[in-house]
């Protein structure tokens, strides 16, 4: 590897000589000194160029940079208190031009997002935004963390099918040899069946696919669901237990590990949320709503994105918490494998877990005996012999079992503050992007 | 959730009253006694009843049990050294079948592999295929966090693309609203934009799609590719540094947490491998193989799955190591975007990584330099213009940099000295195969 300090370290090590690589930021070309802003995928320093009286090469090098050229530079360090970023500054010895960027930039500062998601590589250079896939890669990895400590199993689930996994509407259909197969929609059927064939307690973090032909701030066509799926639950409150858990150890580990980055770049405070979070089943939720002045216009049982706003503005007030628990929705609005509560079939055991009044998950008590689930799937209007890979699951022995699917971009976008997953999605797709 | 205690966990706590649960393995059921042995996600106990002698609700429940029953027992926990599963038995006091099973199980111990697969939830009831998959998180958990604490960044990019990824063979083509995407085959594109992006370094776990025919036991129209890719190498030399020491993490921490479940089961010893693994260049390679006598039967300059082997039977024989990097391969036969060697032209910075005979990995130095990459692409036959969202990469700037792509059920397959992919991977698709 070349022999390089990344920018971060450079607080950490004696004055002397140094190499550092990275792209330019920003040049200033001055009639006696010049400065170059350097960044790494780590911070940004500051170079310094005191132009020569005669021949200089290395200034014309430097008059020469376009912002995003990379280059390789070795020279001084020296502290210096009076430099803002990071009170450190590299004296120029010798300047390599690695890759010459091309000098007219396609996008600025104030570009709109969608110009921004064409030059993606280019937008995804800002602060902002490497911080941004830092924290994720942080979340994720304190919640397989927090997983693999209790012995659960990592599926990867295939994304190819040959039926649909949920409904037949969202389903994108893909040419397959002589035939056809669909793209799975969540990995619901196959984490499932993990608890037939004796697994547990799994997760998977993976991309689904739903041909929803939506532009809201939060859906895509292709996102990452993160899901878990456990056995031998009592109810659903097996499962926003383990959520909830599982959410206080990733959101620690990132307030931990970015916490003031954040604070700096985003102005936000990571907070994390107390357990157990607020639970309120849905029926109550409606009620709470509709006394704060708010009738969700919807004919079916089910809550709309202001009832959600709504009943999260009730919660901070109330408890002075960002997250609640939507509970028992009705057997109405649920698929069939939803188990109902026994003393009343007219509700689920399931929920939705709202961050802030954004949705963030859905979770439930699946119904594992065998009868009861092809009733629910013939009342649903499902032929159950179209289901029958899946039916076969519980034929043959099934522990109770439940788990829940969350959408990782949504998580980042409350997490941030941000307005939409184009902000905290690598590569955004929706009905009409699907470049770069 | 239910209380109980699983299995492995019995050894640990003292004789007396405990709760387990799981699925019927066997039922022994004699005249005075019965035996069942129940099995969990963590494996496998003795209960014994012995049978009353007039009315006995408890022994009619355990003649009727199915193998594949779910069932939940409260017993009292005998330490007994003649017990063969562990040294210890459970006194059923209290039994209840929470899944009855279908009574006739539709696979056998000697089932072939194909109706395995159409009834793959039983067929990971087995222990052996149950730690296939312990021993697979086991394995990705460590290669995360050897990334993790190096400052990787993990990527989640896009499966759904406009056009095709490397070329326009074995594609998939999706129906996308009014037009048409393509599965990605690799993530290839998308973790060089992290380079020109300024991540640095990055990995990414996740599907791609090949729509390729074969039948062979190593390829699968689906599969789980562990990618990275690093910025500021001086050449492929580094990114093969990275992997061994990667694999060396992961390897040793499948030892130390499965090894002698693994020995047991698969009688197989998980082997860490030394650092350095031994390269050879190709063109040596191939002498070598022919002094063997093998003449690899190919017209162009590649090495044949054969001649993998042997190569890989010379180094194990040679320097006593089961993994081979072969580098240097020919121009011909590498993608475009492989950088070529500064001094011959007719050769690549790039390697493929062998493992007791088969190729797990294609790694490579990228070509960075724009102007060489659209003339290595037109000398390919591809026409540029298709390929502009990715040459944009590296008109505004790219670091020199490299990585590999790695199967992730070869490696489950050649470390478990497995005969294919179809039995390491947990829903197998080929061109005949997307259920269940």
Redesign the interface.
Known sequence: ??E?I?IENLATIPEGNVTV????DKVRDQKKVQFVVL????GAAQLVHPRAEESDPIADIISGL?T???IRVTGELKLDERVKLGGLEIKIADIEV?????PE?PIAADSGIDKRLD????D??EARN?LI??A???L??AM??YW?ER????????????SASESNAEL??????EGK?Y?AQSPQF?KQ??Q??????IFEI??V?R?D?SFTSRHA??F?SVDAE?????SHE?VMKMQEELLVAAISAVREKHGEEIKELFDVDVVVPTIPFPRIPLAEAKKIVAERGYEVPRKDDDMDPEGERQIAAYVAEKYGHEFVFLTDYATSIRPFYHMRNADDQTITNSYDLIWRGTEITTGAQRE???DILEAQAREKGLDPTELE??L?????????HGGFGMG?SRVMMLMLHQPNLREVT??F?G??R???
């Open positions: 590897m070349t390089r990344v690589a990275g792209w330019v960044r790494d995928e780590s376009a995003g050229t990379f690695v890759t010459a960027a091309n930039t030059w993606r590589f280019l995804l250079r490497n896939f830092r994720q890669t942080t994720e990895h397989r963390t693999i012995d659960f199993i990592e599926l990867h689930t295939p994304k190819l099918m040959a994108f259909e893909v040419e397959y040899f197969a793209l196959f069946m993990a037939s064939a004796g697994f547990g307690k993976g991309p696919f041909a032909p066509t292709e990452i456990i056995s031998w639950i009592d097996d594992h005996r065998i890979f899946y076969d699951f519980f034929r043959y022995g099934v522990p109770p990782l690598y590569l797709r009905p009409n699907l470049t770069p």
